[in-house]
T-cell receptor
């Protein structure tokens, strides 16, 4: 059972480049989340989804886009990378509102 | 507005000593409360959670936490810390009808021999 799988683990982007962070879960979870973690700032919610075809903004959605075409996958798109998007990105999923989150191992992104 | 405060950025304890990490929350309704632990280079792992009932909850790795509604607190405790407990600890709050959790800024725990 793989859980939540994030790819890539590390990436360096130039300013203005685009990329997609991949997230897949094999637990049939309805809820999926993207967080970013900056030093001393904890985790901030970027986007979340409560099921296939349904997404919504979190606290810090600017500069990002998401889609949820299947239950398993929840990719995060950066269209025009900026240095402010340098961060560690975590994908997470859970079955219901009060259940625990399962986290991926993270993607460390640097925008230079 | 919802918020979670972890007032201690960094705590250092000796191995075998007791530990208490503080968490205060501001929420409009009865919250769901969680403590997560993050080891270096890893994602977060759930230590324990509180939804209702007994205000003292037990978690994995010998951790416990107590919900105190009057103080809006959910402090994490461990009677005797092990070197392997060195990590970053996050308190998180959720609410019925809300789809996401709010996380605190984390407390980094260092354990010295």
């Amino acid at each position: 059972n793989a859980g939540v799988t994030q790819t890539p683990k590390f990436r360096i982007l130039k300013i203005g480049q685009s990329m997609t962070l991949q997230c897949a879960q094999d637990m049939n979870h309805n809820y999926m989340y993207w967080y970013r973690q900056d030093p001393g700032m904890g985790l901030k919610l970027i986007y979340y989804s409560v099921g296939a075809g349904i997404t919504d903004k979190g606290e810090v959605p600017n500069g990002y886009n998401v889609s949820r075409s299947t239950t398993e996958d929840f990719p995060l798109r950066l269209e025009l990378a900026a240095p402010s998007q340098t961060s560690v990105y975590f994908c997470a999923s859970r079955t219901g509102l009060v259940e625990k989150l399962f986290f991926g191992s993270g993607t460390q992104l640097s925008v230079l | 507005a919802q918020s979670v405060t972890q007032p201690d950025i960094h705590i250092t304890v000796s191995e075998g000593a007791s530990l208490e990490l503080r968490c205060n929350y501001s929420y409009g309704a009865t919250p769901y409360l969680f403590w997560y632990v993050q080891s270096p280079g890893q994602g977060l792992q759930l230590l324990l959670k509180y939804f209702s009932g007994d205000t003292l909850v037990q978690g994995i790795k010998g951790f416990e936490a107590e919900f105190k509604r009057s103080q809006s607190s959910f402090n994490l405790r461990k009677p005797s810390v092990h070197w392997s407990d060195a990590a970053e600890y996050f308190c998180a709050v959720g609410q019925t009808g809300a789809n996401n959790l709010f996380f605190g800024t984390g407390t980094r725990l260092t354990v010295i021999p």
